[in-house]
């Protein structure tokens, strides 16, 4: 059961460069989440999908997007990554069975120089 | 809004002994979930232990336990029998209480998380 899979692990990137980072969970679960997680900060809310078909933007949307590409599938888009983005994201997820237990990738570790 | 403070930005023990972490939050729900999460070196957060703040009793896990005070908005972690694998980055967690029925089914709500204590085990 691979759980909460997220790609790539790594990325370096310069100034406005786009990527897209993948998430994707094998546990039929309705809700998924992206956070970001920087020294000192915590873990913050980027944006979240209550069920398939919608999004809704947590605690620091600026300069990403999101889509809900089907019920497994939740990807982040910088669109013009900036140094500020420079940060560890991690993608969640939980539904009925987990009991609102967020279940989270391993990371992706994101450079932008 | 919530919000969760973790006071202990470093805290350290020697093996098999214990180790209290501190949490407080602050939100004027009245029914929500608290949680800790562990995040070792490798990175990934792994679940501890869960409180549902209707329920006095509070919750343990083996060597885990916590001391839910809800009047006084405080969460705190107790570690028993500290190992070297308990050497990680701690998160105190806020979740507010509520399913989101919609047509996607039943959907839960958002963490707001601590900033993170840093416990180092030492032998």
């Known amino acids: 059961n691979a759980g909460v899979t997220q790609t790539p692990k790594f990325q370096v990137l310069k100034t406005g460069q786009s990527m897209t980072l993948q998430c994707a969970q094998d546990?039929?679960?309705?809700?998924m989440y992206w956070y970001r997680q920087d020294p000192g900060m915590g873990l913050r809310l980027i944006y979240y999908s209550a069920s398939e078909g919608t999004t809704d933007k947590g605690e620091v949307p600026n300069g990403y997007n999101v889509s809900r590409l089907n019920k497994r599938e939740f990807s982040l888009r910088l669109e013009s990554a900036a140094p500020s983005q420079t940060s560890v994201y991690f993608c969640?997820?939980?539904?009925?069975?987990?009991?609102?237990?967020?279940?989270f990738g391993a990371g992706t570790r994101l450079s932008v120089l | 809004a919530q919000t969760v403070t973790q006071s202990q930005p470093e805290m350290s023990v020697q093996e098999a002994e214990t180790v209290t972490l501190s949490c407080t939050y602050d939100?004027?729900?009245?029914?929500?979930?608290l949680f800790w999460y562990k995040q070792p070196p490798s990175r990934q957060m792994i679940l501890v232990i869960r409180?549902?703040?209707?329920?006095?009793q509070n919750a343990t896990e083996n060597r885990f336990s916590v001391n839910f005070q809800k009047a006084a908005k405080s969460f705190s972690l107790k570690i028993s029998d500290s190992q070297l694998g308990d050497t990680a980055m701690y998160f105190c967690a806020f979740m507010k209480h509520g399913l989101f029925a919609n047509a996607g089914g039943t959907s839960y709500g958002k963490l707001t998380f601590g900033q993170g204590t840093i416990l180092t085990v030492h032998p």
């Open positions: 546990m039929n679960h309705n809700s």
């Open positions: 409180q549902e703040a209707y329920k006095q």
């Open positions: 969640a997820s939980t539904g009925a069975e987990a009991k609102n237990i967020q279940y």
């Open positions: 939100t004027s729900e009245n029914n929500y979930y």
